[in-house]
């Protein structure tokens, strides 16, 4: 996918059509207008408002800038991934009658998609195929759309910016391709139909000044996090903007889908920079506003899906209860839509059986080993499907293996509850075992196994396993040497497992995915021996 540089003026600007101007003959008359020939069809101009200083000007005339003096004034530039598109023959006709209210119709030369560049305005050979589930969503954005009061702006998305962080737009074509990827880390070796930010979050935003300046500080805050910076220049500004921005909109109890995805961005952006205080006071506030909305049936489900995400990453790490309800897939799960057999799965029954592990637990561990398994066969084959599936699948079995967690009374599933969250993280994390995530599973998990070691109730198959588990998660962690430790003498009294390759095999009998774990095993090998 190649990256194009996308140039946005540093204010709002106007298309003016002069094709008027032209010289051409009335219709069935001798008469002609007289206009000049140059005059090009479009002209771009300032808006009055955003005007300081002119000369005087004719009545009716407006300012025209050369495109060159255009182009030459400050302009930030920023880059996002695009991917050009090939055109098909479409009814020009019905694009009209589908575009937005005040906006230019879709297949004139000069429609621009406000991230990715110019679009072809032709249906795409994408389009064609696209899911119903995107065509939904697409249709329920643009009726959103019709009922905004910027609709007929033609500056839309820089009238929504708030004047004193208008800086901030140059982040925007960031959401929907690196920070995407940091939320879909799979994305890079999946086949997803679509890009749920790109597709269902950008333009919902682009029409709600609220969920926008979210976005756009998700943004600034994910780009800074990597230098451990959370105050950078204006996130004070910005953060203010849009809480006076969300408190007006509580205030008039406007709990829209958009308003509930702003807080959960909120809720997102303390949970990257660690402070899980106010993570838990954002969650507690969003799933009051889904309550009294109507619950999460009232909620799209193409935008459900991201809200859950913020809820989940939290009581992941924090071994918390999460706060909105569980979170059942709507189709058949990824195994299933593959097609697969569930052969893999049974040795691994067999052992939780022999374990005394409860029904429900043994149940998602043996979805879980499935899940995995779809993952693989995915991957290899690169087929085609909506990541909206394994969004459901992954929220679903988080949130189960949570409530089976039960320090005092029952350490095995407490071990076999947090091993089995750990193997998850790298398929939802693009840094699957930071810090400070890590710490809280480390240490539950190295209290619940110490005992386990000793009374040996694990069979060594997943005693190996949980081991391992635990071993990736502390790297960053106070008990890193204690996990290392303890495998190299677990290993060591089985001297069939001489070699990462007979390590893996190992692993795999319970459940490992090679292209996402591999990575990490290596390493944890090399060190080891």
């Known amino acids: 996918m190649a990256e194009e540089a996308i140039i946005l003026p540093s204010e709002p600007l106007l298309l003016v059509d002069r094709s008027w101007q032209r010289k051409g003959k009335l219709a069935h008359t001798s008469k002609s207008y007289v206009g000049s020939s140059r005059v090009p069809d479009l002209t771009v101009t300032k808006p009055a408002a955003t005007t300081t200083k002119s000369r005087k000007r004719a009545a009716g005339q407006a300012r025209v800038i050369h495109p060159a003096k255009r182009q030459s004034r400050h302009l930030r530039a920023q880059f996002v991934e695009y991917k050009p598109t090939t055109s098909s023959k479409g009814n020009a006709s019905n694009a009209n009658k589908n575009a937005f209210p005040g906006s230019e119709p879709a297949n004139h030369p000069h429609a621009t998609n406000l991230v990715g560049g110019p679009f072809p305005s032709h249906k795409t050979a994408r389009d064609a195929h696209e899911s119903e589930s995107t065509r939904l969503a697409r249709s329920a954005t643009r009726s959103s759309v019709r009922r905004s009061p910027l609709s007929?702006?033609?500056?839309?998305?820089?009238?929504?910016?708030?004047?004193?962080?208008?800086?901030?737009?140059?982040?925007?074509?960031?959401?929907?391709?690196?920070?995407?990827?940091?939320?879909?880390?799979?994305?890079?070796?999946?086949?997803?139909?679509?890009?749920?930010?790109?597709?269902?979050?950008?333009?919902?935003?682009?029409?709600?000044?609220?969920?926008?300046?979210?976005?756009?500080?998700?943004?600034?805050?994910?780009?800074?996090?990597?230098?451990?910076?959370?105050?950078?220049?204006?996130?004070?500004?910005?953060?203010k903007v849009i809480l006076d921005k969300l408190n007006r909109r509580l205030r008039d109890r406007e709990l829209s889908d958009t308003t509930i995805g702003a807080v959960s961005?909120?809720?997102?952006?303390?949970?990257?920079?660690?402070?899980?205080?106010?993570?838990?006071?954002h969650i507690t506030g969003m799933s009051e506003m889904i309550r009294v909305r109507g619950g999460t049936a009232s909620i799209r489900r193409e935008l459900l899906t991201k809200i859950y995400r913020a809820d989940i990453v939290g009581s992941v790490e924090t071994l918390g209860q999460p706060k909105l309800p569980l979170l059942s897939p709507v189709g058949p799960s990824l195994f299933e839509t593959l097609q697969l057999e569930t052969g893999a799965s049974q040795s691994l029954q067999k052992l939780l059986y022999e374990t005394g592990v409860s029904t429900p637990l043994e149940i998602i561990l043996v979805n879980l080993s499935e899940l995995s398994q779809a993952i693989s066969e995915a991957i290899n084959t690169q087929i085609s499907f909506d990541p909206l599936i394994l969004d459901e699948e992954v929220v679903g079995v988080q949130q189960r293996l949570l409530a089976c967690i039960d320090v005092a009374t029952n350490p095995v599933e407490t071990v076999l509850s947090i091993s089995a969250l750990i193997f998850l993280q790298p398929v939802t994390k693009s840094n699957p075992f930071a810090q400070p995530a890590s710490q809280v599973m480390s240490d539950a998990l190295h209290k619940s196994l110490e005992s386990l070691i000793k009374s040996h109730h694990l069979p060594p198959a997943l005693l190996i396993w949980v081991q391992v588990m635990g071993a990736l998660i502390s790297d960053a962690t106070s008990e890193r040497t204690w996990y290392r430790t303890k495998t190299q003498e677990i290993l060591a009294a089985h001297p069939g497992i001489n070699s990462w390759y007979r390590l893996k095999l190992q692993l795999k009998d319970i459940m490992w995915i090679d292209e996402i774990h591999d990575e990490y095993g290596r390493i944890l090998w090399n060190e080891l021996w």
């Not at 890079?188 to 969920?211: C, I, M, R, S, T």
């Not at 926008?212 to 953060?239: C, W």
């Not at 961005?265 to 993570?279: P, T, Y």
């Open 152 to 239: 007929n702006s033609t500056g839309a998305l820089y009238a929504i910016i708030d004047s004193e962080v208008q800086g901030f737009q140059s982040y925007l074509g960031y959401y929907p391709s690196r920070l995407a990827k940091s939320l879909y880390p799979m994305s890079k070796h999946l086949n997803f139909k679509y890009n749920p930010l790109g597709d269902f979050w950008l333009p919902a935003a682009v029409h709600d000044e609220v969920l926008l300046h979210t976005i756009l500080f998700s943004s600034a805050l994910h780009l800074h996090s990597a230098s451990r910076n959370p105050d950078f220049e204006g996130s004070r500004q910005i953060m």
């Open 265 to 281: 961005c909120l809720a997102s952006c303390e949970h990257m920079v660690g402070n899980n205080r106010q993570w838990a006071v």
